[in-house]
């Protein structure tokens, strides 16, 4: 089983930028699918970013295009999201999922089989 724990997060000013990373407990991590997705308070979780397997093609949120990038670091078992321009609307708190590629609806949080325990963003305007 794969166990995902994510790091990163804090407080942060409208326009500033924080890098997240989540770590993968096993180096199967390399074969799977990887999001992330966020959810504010009193609202439902959404599609951030994704990554495939192989770490060429990524996926975003339009929320976020231009802003986010989204990048894996297979020998180091690690995904990363960096965060950008960060506006006070991006305050959540931010999951990283993984998905085997077979089962893998890019922006459906069912599809994901392990999910980190989240990091808090919080930004201030």
């Known amino acids: 089983q794969v166990q995902l724990v994510e790091s990163g997060g804090g407080l942060v000013q409208a326009g500033g930028s924080l890098r997240l990373s989540c770590a993968a407990s096993?180096?199967?991590?390399?074969?799977?699918?990887l999001g992330w997705f966020r959810q504010a308070p009193g609202k439902e979780r959404e599609f951030v970013a994704a990554?495939?397997?192989?770490?060429?093609?990524?996926y975003f949120a339009d929320f976020v295009k231009g802003r986010f990038t989204i990048s894996r670091d297979t020998s180091a078992n690690t995904v990363y999201l960096q965060m950008n321009n960060l506006k006070p609307d991006d305050t959540a708190v931010y999951y990283c999922?993984?998905?085997?590629?077979?089962?893998?609806?890019?922006?459906?949080?069912?599809?994901?089989?392990?999910w980190g325990r989240g990091t808090q963003v919080t930004v201030s305007s």
């Open positions: 096993e180096r199967t991590f390399r074969l799977y699918s």
């Open positions: 990554v495939t397997w192989s770490g060429v093609i990524t």
């Open positions: 999922a993984a998905a085997k590629p077979a089962d893998w609806r890019i922006r459906s949080p069912e599809s994901y089989d392990y």
